[in-house]
C-alpha cells in the first residue's frame, strides 16, 4: 500500500528565509513524488514531480525538491520565503504500475510572517 | 489555460436533491479519473476510481448508490451526489490520468479548480 507522511501539520517562517517542508513516503518499486499547493477554496495548483533522472527537482515560483531513495524522502524546499507563499502544501506519491491514483498526505500549512 | 475543467465550481442545494458534478478533459483523453473529497482543513481522500465505459471502483466506505459515478466518454466524468444531506457538504476534485491521444502521460495527474457542495 501507498502512504505519504507529512509530519508537521503547521510551519512557520519568516519572509526572506529559507523553508523546507518535509514528506515521507512508502511505495513499493520506484515511485512518482509530486508537490501540490492549495489556496483557500481553489482546487490543487501543481508544483513540480519526480518521474526520473536528476534528484532535484526545480518547479514553479522557485520551490525544489530532492528524491531522496535511501530516506525515502521528497522535502519541498525555497531559499527564500515569500508571505504569498503562505498556503496549504500536499506532497502525493503515486506508483508506477497502472491506473494507480495519487495519495496525499494531509497538508502542511505554510505561514510566512513579513 | 486548464486541461481539466470541473463544474460547478460552487453549489447550494436543498436537503433530499440530488446534484450532478462534470468533469472534463479539455485536452486530451482520460480512460481513468479520480474523484477525491476534502473535507475542510482535512486532506484529499480518495473515493473512486471512474473507468471510461465500465462500472467505477470505490474505495472502501463509499457509498456506491450515493454517489453515482459515470464515465461515459473519454473525456467526461460525473459524480453525482444523490439524496444529498448536509454531512455530504464538502469540497469534492476530480483528477484525470492522460491516455491515449492529445497528451502523452507522464505520470502525472491532473486536477480540476474543484466543486463546493453545500447541503442545506
Known amino acids: 500500500a501507498q502512504s505519504v507522511a507529512q509530519p508537521e501539520d503547521q510551519v512557520n517562517v519568516a519572509e526572506g528565509n529559507p523553508l523546507t517542508v518535509k514528506c515521507t513516503y512508502s511505495v513499493s518499486g520506484n515511485p512518482y513524488l509530486f508537490w501540490y499547493v492549495q489556496y483557500p477554496n481553489r482546487g490543487l495548483q501543481f508544483l513540480l514531480k519526480y518521474i526520473t533522472g536528476d534528484n532535484l527537482v526545480k518547479g514553479s515560483y522557485g520551490f525544489e525538491a530532492e528524491f531522496n531513495k535511501s530516506q525515502t524522502s521528497f522535502h519541498l524546499k525555497k531559499p527564500s520565503a515569500l508571505v504569498s507563499d503562505s498556503a496549504l502544501y500536499f506532497c502525493a506519491v503515486r506508483s508506477r504500475s497502472g491506473n494507480t491514483p495519487l495519495v496525499f498526505g494531509k497538508g502542511t500549512r505554510l505561514s510566512v510572517i513579513a | 489555460g486548464a486541461v481539466v475543467s470541473q463544474h460547478p465550481s460552487r453549489v447550494i442545494c436543498k436537503s433530499g436533491t440530488s446534484v450532478k458534478i462534470e468533469c472534463r478533459s479539455l485536452d486530451f483523453q482520460a480512460t481513468t479519473m479520480f474523484w477525491y473529497r476534502q473535507f475542510p482543513k482535512q486532506s484529499l481522500m480518495l473515493m473512486a476510481t471512474?473507468?471510461?465505459?465500465?462500472?467505477?471502483?470505490?474505495e472502501q466506505g463509499v457509498e456506491k448508490d450515493k454517489f453515482l459515478i459515470n464515465h461515459a466518454s473519454l473525456t467526461l466524468s460525473t459524480l453525482t451526489v444523490t439524496s444529498a444531506h448536509p454531512e455530504d457538504s464538502s469540497f469534492y476534485i476530480c483528477s484525470a490520468r492522460a491516455s491515449g491521444s492529445g497528451r502523452a502521460d507522464t505520470g502525472e495527474l491532473f486536477f480540476g479548480e474543484g466543486s463546493r457542495l453545500t447541503v442545506l
Open positions: 471512474s473507468n471510461e465505459g465500465s462500472k467505477a471502483t470505490y
